[in-house]
């Protein structure tokens, strides 16, 4: 019923940027928070940026000053620019939103969300 879908993905040169998007669908209520996490191999998945529903914004230590993210709650979207990439930057990137949503029966219900994932390579 609600269902999250990243684009933007693929690979850079170290230094380059890319543009990570989400665009939620379904029967959505309200957004709360919304974020971004990446996955490297073998390591766990970790927070790179949330950003509240009045745009209020955390960063990992790792990408303050290179990434930027954003929303457009018009849109139910949220986006993460990334510039200055590394090769430690190399994962999959999902997206998470906490979204209020109408269920069966038209309840209200709270939940979080997942994107697919999509990856993101920083190579030579």
């Known amino acids: 019923q609600v269902q999250l879908v990243e684009s933007g993905g693929g690979l850079a040169q170290p230094g380059g940027s890319l543009r990570l998007s989400c665009a939620t669908s379904g029967r959505v209520i309200s957004i709360n928070d919304m974020g971004w996490y990446r996955q490297a191999p073998g390591k766990q998945r970790e927070l790179v940026a949330d950003?509240?529903?009045?745009?209020?914004?955390n960063y990992a230590d790792s990408v303050k000053g290179r990434f930027t993210i954003s929303r457009d709650n018009a849109k139910n979207t949220v986006y993460l620019q990334m510039s200055s990439l590394k090769p430690e930057d190399t994962a999959v990137y999902y997206c998470?939103?906490?979204?209020?949503?109408?269920?069966?029966?038209?309840?209200?219900?709270?939940?979080?969300?997942w994107g697919q994932g999509t990856q993101v390579t920083v190579s030579s």
């Open positions: 998470n939103a906490r979204i209020t949503y109408y269920g069966g029966s038209s309840i209200r219900r709270l939940s979080d969300f």
């Open positions: 950003i509240s529903s009045g745009g209020s914004t």
